[in-house]
């Protein structure tokens, strides 16, 4: 193994002389944000005399020793933040693609025994694995694991987090990027705001546990906030985190939505003139947040400043992906497949001479982040969609199999082939022998929207002569809601006699009527027997829309509000996990519904007007709008 890692080192000798440039910004960027000083992990690692000894494992040529693991135990998730995943969705891994329970405790062994004193499991979102407690149970128990942090959005967190402490987890990271629960669905694309929030307050109940909340700034979105965050620390024991807005592939990344830390502490400074750094020595070794307090709060702010200050000098992690890719950078393309040296029986020696040169390639920094805004990498919610082909790199006439050119002619707009990787020589086969499981990952979708992005006409051929329904045969599985509203005028006082009231403008006064109360005429009750139709409509709409696809419904909620003394609304909430959108069926159910109230009530009058039916916002699809109609 010596002599392998020698080698590999001497092939690597010209990299050595490359200086980082971690900042070479376009030139209308250069005064926004300042280089920073060179800094001290120039000073290169002489090559290892003694391989044996399993500390210079985790050690890079920069003297960077590795004693953090991240690892991914799901590329799941039950939120769709519009920072983290594409509008389309993602193309998920197979099950059987996924490491399993018994390969992830292998490698958490595998890691720790190099060195390796701090495991986050990550995702997606790690708790909506089955087996999330017992795994980390197992993980728990490793001798030499100091500690053992997950990061999740705080949606289950609150069933699951007594038995999750008791298995060890002493760090836990909540990702919440509003105070606003409105404003949360419109991030996450989801409901949830009041479960994220109650899962850290009683996280900080519980005693030996870190608690930290990330907080991802967008301009525009959510900086607003930045203050609100802060008094969150006057009265808890948490450490707020704003992380800057980064490039991953397929989240819309703008250098107009980035707030840099810089700006968010001026912003902090107006309300909280105190506010300051923690001296160095306060800080904690290897911390990728620069820490900040308010004097007299019981909590901290921190500022991940991935995109304007880097922290690569002092960066201690590396990542594994839910499908056993060994990242050595999180904005980095290159990944060591580590699941399929396990299954072809590779022994722990072998996986730590793979793990060793992929450590020892890790860059001195990532690049600056408007090259990363236009690298072809991943979406965050994987941290990388794998390539269907594996790029072997002992093999010299790869561009040669039919195969791999098939599969570059898809790609031939992304970045996917190093340049050097066909210029490997024969003195270099035993090295690359090691690394022949090393790939890039790429991600990329069909575009299914030709006709809207050419203002044409989806449901009409071509020569616009004939009616026909779109082939979605292509598109991706995704998650699709749609919310649609409809408004109800009633001529004065039939609402009163509905409601059995004697004045109108009793029904105005919440003591007397409640917004949701049912309303009863001679037919029976008027609301539940509307949401009952609506429901019937939904579920068959492609039977009255002649170019509805049919599909299976997964939910259909619908709600009658009576709004004031002559109005009702009517909302129709439809969602369902397809390649097609769920807009049609959520306007269906919202006008059956406003019809059926006519029907029941029209004895009483026939000037009751079914006054707007619109959509208000749908989710899921390349044409996503949080906020179709105001």
Not at 189 to 199: I, P
Not at 335 to 364: F, H, P, T
Not at 371 to 380: F, G, L, T
Not at 607 to 627: A, H, M, N, R, Y
Request: aromatic share 6%; glycine share 4%.
């Amino acid at each position: 193994m010596t002599n392998i890692i020698k080698s590999f080192i001497t092939r690597n000798t010209y990299l050595n002389k490359l200086s980082p440039s971690p900042y070479q910004f376009n030139k209308y960027y250069s005064n926004s944000i300042s280089t920073p000083p060179t800094h001290s992990y120039e000073k290169k690692q002489q090559p290892i005399q003694n391989v044996d000894d399993k500390k210079y494992i985790l050690t890079d040529r920069f003297n960077r020793h590795h004693t953090y693991l991240r690892i991914s135990l799901t590329e799941r998730c039950n939120l769709r933040c519009k920072y983290c995943m594409p509008e389309e969705g993602v193309m998920l891994s197979q099950a059987d693609k996924i490491l399993t329970t018994d390969e992830i405790i292998r490698l958490s062994k595998l890691f720790v025994s190099a060195g390796v004193n701090k495991i986050r499991f990550t995702g997606g979102e790690p708790l909506v694995r089955k087996d999330v407690e017992p795994l980390i149970e197992e993980v728990g128990k490793i001798k030499g694991l100091q500690k053992i942090g997950i990061t999740t959005n705080g949606i289950l967190l609150s069933r699951k987090l007594d038995r999750l402490h008791k298995a060890g987890v002493n760090l836990l990271n909540i990702s919440l990027d509003t105070l606003n629960s409105d404003k949360f669905t419109l991030i996450t694309r989801r409901l949830g705001w009041d479960r994220v929030f109650q899962s850290i307050d009683n996280a900080l109940k519980l005693d030996n546990i870190k608690v930290k909340v990330n907080c991802v700034i967008m301009k525009g979105l959510n900086d607003m906030e930045i203050c609100d965050f802060v008094e969150m620390t006057r009265d808890k024991s948490v450490e707020i985190r704003f992380i800057e807005y980064m490039p991953f592939d397929g989240n819309l990344w703008s250098d107009k939505k980035f707030l840099s830390y810089t700006d968010m502490i001026k912003i902090i400074h107006e309300k909280y003139p105190t506010f300051k750094k923690y001296t160095i020595e306060e800080e904690e070794p290897n911390n990728t947040s620069k820490t900040y307090h308010v004097p007299g709060f019981k909590g901290k702010v921190g500022f991940i400043t991935s995109m304007s200050e880097h922290f690569c000098s002092s960066c201690n992690r590396l990542r594994i992906t839910a499908d056993g890719n060994l990242k050595v950078c999180l904005f980095g393309n290159t990944e060591v497949n580590l699941r399929d040296r396990i299954r072809d029986g590779a022994s722990d020696q072998q996986l730590l001479e793979i793990i060793n040169a992929a450590v020892l390639k890790k860059k001195a920094s990532h690049a600056g982040m408007y090259e990363i805004a236009q690298n072809k990498n991943r979406p965050m919610i994987l941290i990388g969609e794998k390539s269907k082909i594996q790029i072997n790199f002992k093999n010299k006439s790869i561009k040669q199999k039919k195969e791999v050119k098939n599969y570059l002619l898809k790609l031939i707009n992304s970045s996917f082939i190093n340049s050097n990787n066909n210029n490997n020589n024969n003195n270099n086969n035993n090295n690359n022998s090691k690394l022949q499981y090393i790939q890039q990952r790429n991600y990329s979708t069909n575009k299914n929207n030709q006709n809207l992005e050419n203002n044409e006409f989806s449901h009409i051929t071509k020569d616009g002569k004939l009616p026909t329904m779109v082939d979605i045969s292509d598109k991706i599985i995704t998650k699709r809601t749609a919310h649609a509203q409809s408004i109800l005028e009633f001529p004065s006082n039939v609402l009163s006699q509905l409601l059995n009231l004697e004045k109108n403008n009793d029904i105005d006064n919440d003591n007397n009527i409640s917004k949701n109360k049912e309303i009863v005429s001679k037919k029976g009750p008027v609301f539940a027997t509307s949401i009952v139709a609506g429901t019937m409509a939904v579920k068959n709409t492609s039977n009255l829309i002649p170019f509805c696809h049919p599909i299976p419904i997964e939910s259909c909620k619908i709600e009658i509000t009576i709004i004031d003394s002559t109005s009702v609304k009517v909302d129709c909430i439809v969602s369902m996990s397809g390649k097609t959108g769920v807009e049609m069926e959520a306007l269906t159910g919202a006008t059956i519904t406003s019809l059926t109230i006519y029907d029941m009530c029209k004895a009483l009058s026939k000037d009751i007007v079914i006054k707007e039916t619109k959509l208000i916002s749908k989710f899921g699809g390349k044409s996503s709008s949080p906020q179709i109609t105001k």
